[in-house]
């Protein structure tokens, strides 16, 4: 082993306190890489994952001007031919008036978005199913699932009670029809249907006035990787159509783009605090330095030359680097499973979507390293710099 | 080979300028051959350390030439002076200045690991069991008293077999028993080796007798032990 190595090494074990420092201060950089990287992507992920999941899909099919004609069975089934989608279905969308009465007294009347839903292929595209927290997800022609948020407006509106909702349909003309509140849906996060109502997909068509219309179909996928080559795929199939077809990224861009300018500012934040550490091991290096006057006057004395001292403690910022980089990553790691593991949330939001980015892992950790041994120049240049017959006055 | 394997020319190192101007050397002019054990003496800020340290390399003199074995000194670059310091020349300081971090084994290896040298390890231990200290190899070198450390030191000074060896106040933090028995051991050495040796001490009668003395008074250099009548050396 060259001995310039041996030396560093035990120069820094020598100095345990000042090994750990450094050690601590690169890995510390790291970890909050690594907690930025768990909270904030898992939680635009995890928005990604709900809004496909509740609302859009892996890809959403619209008609460019307004209701797709075409039949939705025939869609659907196009859809379930190809081997990566796994399944689809149509929902019909549209805005609805409430009456809210008490002693058969008018009280308020307000707007909600209203979902016609296919009660038996929804459940297969979607998991909005899954957030009913009372009562049952919508089975018949007269059954209403409400969101909670709607609930709340309602007074609370309870299982087994009945609503009369208004809509216009596409002559102008208003559709009353009374429903029977079957469920309602809360999702943690609050990013599911909680501030619509849920009825069955014919209901709403016949209230709409348009039979065999359809507002958009979800599709769900095997592999979401696949989701541009599908709707490549669909649109070249169709070209003459007017469908629009969008990825998960695409139908929420506008929910999206606010959050990932945040998530790339977070992460400027973090790449400064991995900043701050590099100022912590040019300190601590320095002193290391400081402290090893005389050992660097012997050297020179005895023949080592400028460029080995440069080495030695260049070689030291690489091993402060290395080990900091690995007990960093190893801590971001543990603390990226135990997130994972525990479907981490806060204040009952919505669990985080956490996933090992291995790329950006290795590139937070190679990043670390690069800046302890950067870090390192300024220490060892200066170390260069002392004259044997002076360092060797510090006895 | 030429016989001689130092030349001193002319030194003068001054330090400060104007009203502040010292004149730490003054023109000292002198020879050593090899295998010459050479004492140089004089009371404390004679200029003794200083002229050391010129013939050392660790500092460059304001005028003057520095020879050794044969090679003008003055004009090396830094690297030169670096690879030079490691082959032609031996340090034995006060303090021993052996590396706390390493053990002693890996001391005494040192200026032959700075070449690279794979056979370090076989050429230091050798040395190591000749001044007496193969017992002690393995040892962290401040875990090992003041004499076992002076011994070590030597045992650096000569591992890569120099042209000459300086030793500065060698004996100066020991005891008298042990700085004896060092004085003994660098002697033996020298006579072993036909080693060159090069000491400054301020305590000429610890060393009995040498080869030769060299007297530094007040920057300037006389032949001999201290005597007013001596004459400076001149070449």
Do not use: C
Request: aromatic content about 6%; proline content about 3%; charged content about 20%.
């Amino acid at each position: 082993m060259d001995y310039r190595v041996h030396l560093a090494k035990r120069m820094l074990t020598n100095k345990k306190g000042s090994l750990i420092g450094a050690v601590l201060a690169v890995s510390i950089g790291i970890l909050v890489i690594h907690v930025n990287f768990v909270i904030f992507q898992g939680l635009y992920d995890a928005i990604v994952r709900d809004l496909s999941s509740y609302r859009f899909g892996d890809v959403r099919i619209t008609d460019k001007e307004s209701f797709i004609t075409k039949s939705d069975i025939f869609l659907v089934n196009w859809f379930e031919r190809i081997p990566s989608v796994e399944a689809a279905a149509a929902r019909v969308e549209s805005s609805a008036s409430i009456n809210v009465t008490k002693h058969g007294k008018l009280i308020e009347e307000f707007r909600v978005p209203i979902v016609g839903v296919d009660p038996f292929r929804d459940p297969r595209v979607s998991t909005v199913h899954e957030t009913v927290t009372d009562g049952q997800y919508v089975f018949s022609r007269n059954s209403l699932v409400v969101g909670s948020s709607v609930a709340r407006d309602l007074g609370d509106i309870r299982i087994g009670e009945s609503l009369e909702l208004k809509v216009i349909d596409r002559h102008g003309q208003d559709q009353i029809r009374r429903f029977l509140v079957t469920g309602i849906v809360s999702s943690p996060g609050g990013q599911g249907l909680d501030t619509s109502v849920i009825v069955h997909i014919d209901t709403l068509r016949d209230m709409l006035s348009r039979e065999g219309e359809t507002g958009q179909v979800l599709v769900r996928l095997n592999d979401p990787k696949q989701a541009d080559n599908v709707k490549e795929y669909f649109l070249q199939t169709f070209p003459n159509d007017d469908f629009r077809a969008e990825t998960i990224e695409e139908s929420a861009e506008d929910a999206l783009r606010g959050f990932r300018s945040g998530i790339a500012m977070i992460n400027m934040i973090g790449y400064f605090g991995m900043m701050s550490s590099a100022f912590a091991v040019v300190t601590i290096q320095m002193m290391l330095v400081s402290s090893k006057t005389r050992e660097v006057g012997i050297m020179r004395a005895i023949g080592a030359r400028r460029k080995d001292i440069l080495v030695l403690f260049i070689i030291q910022g690489m091993i402060i680097g290395a080990i900091g980089a690995s007990v960093g990553t190893a801590m971001g790691l543990s603390y990226t499973f135990y997130a994972k593991e525990t479907k981490m949330t806060f204040q009952g939001s919505l669990p985080l979507q956490v996933s090992y980015d291995w790329p950006k892992i290795a590139q937070t950790a190679l990043t670390a390293f690069a800046l302890a041994v950067a870090a390192s120049i300024y220490p060892a240049f200066k170390a260069t710099k002392l004259q044997p017959v002076e360092a060797m006055r510090y006895v | 080979m030429s016989d001689t394997v130092l030349e001193v020319k002319n030194v003068t190192k001054t330090y400060g300028q104007g009203d502040t101007k010292v004149n730490a050397l003054v023109n000292v002019s002198f020879s050593v051959k090899r295998g010459e054990f050479l004492l140089v003496v004089g009371s404390s800020g004679s200029g003794k350390s200083t002229l050391l340290n010129m013939i050392g390399l660790l500092d460059k003199p304001s005028s003057g030439q520095i020879i050794i074995d044969g090679t003008n000194t003055t004009s090396l670059s830094d690297n030169q002076v670096s690879s030079f310091r490691n082959l032609k020349l031996g340090f034995i300081f006060q303090f021993s200045n052996l590396l706390a971090d390493l053990t002693v084994l890996e001391n005494v290896m040192l200026p032959q690991s700075i070449q690279q040298r794979h056979n370090a390890a076989q050429e230091a231990a050798t040395l190591l069991r000749a001044v007496g200290l193969e017992s002690q190899m393995n040892k962290r070198s401040n875990k090992i008293s003041g004499g076992q450390a002076q011994r070590a030191a030597i045992a650096r000074g000569l591992v890569n077999k120099p042209t000459i060896v300086l030793a500065d106040e060698p004996t100066g933090n020991l005891d008298s028993v042990t700085a004896e028995t060092i004085i003994q051991l660098m002697k033996s050495m020298a006579k072993k080796l036909n080693q060159t040796f090069l000491v400054v001490t301020h305590d000429r009668h610890q060393f009995g007798d040498v080869d030769r003395v060299i007297t530094i008074k007040d920057g300037r250099a006389f032949e001999g032990e201290d005597q007013p009548h001596k004459m400076e050396i001149t070449i």
